[in-house]
Nanobody
């Protein structure tokens, strides 16, 4: 019932910036929380940042001070502003959300990912 579509990935030099977007569409009654995860080749998927419906944010230590998660509730969209990018930030970035789709059901959805590559 809900689709998440990421955009904004690409190739950037170390020290540069990218802004990822994740737009949620479908039958959404309420967004409980949304976030970003990433997975580098051969590594486990890890949490990058989350934002609750109330606006509380949480970041992985590795990105604190460099990444900022934000949202536009009217557009059901979450953003990840990534500054001072490092080669170790290279990964596929996945959008995640927990949604209440009606008064009876809550579901977790994942986007298909967007590639971020940071060159040295």
């Amino acid at each position: 019932q809900v689709e998440l579509v990421e955009s904004g990935g690409g190739l950037v030099q170390a020290g540069g910036s990218l802004r990822l977007s994740c737009a949620a569409s479908g039958s959404i009654f309420r967004i409980n929380a949304m976030g970003w995860y990433r997975q580098a080749p051969g590594k486990q998927r890890e949490l990058v940042a989350t934002i609750t419906g109330g606006g509380s944010t949480n970041y992985a230590d590795s990105v604190k001070g460099r990444f900022t998660i934000s949202r536009d509730n009217a557009k059901n969209t979450v953003y990840l502003q990534m500054n001072s990018l490092k080669p170790e930030d290279t990964a596929v970035y996945y959008c995640n959300g927990e949604f209440r789709i009606n008064v009876f059901q809550q579901r977790v959805y994942w986007g298909q990912g967007t590639q971020v590559t940071v060159s040295s």
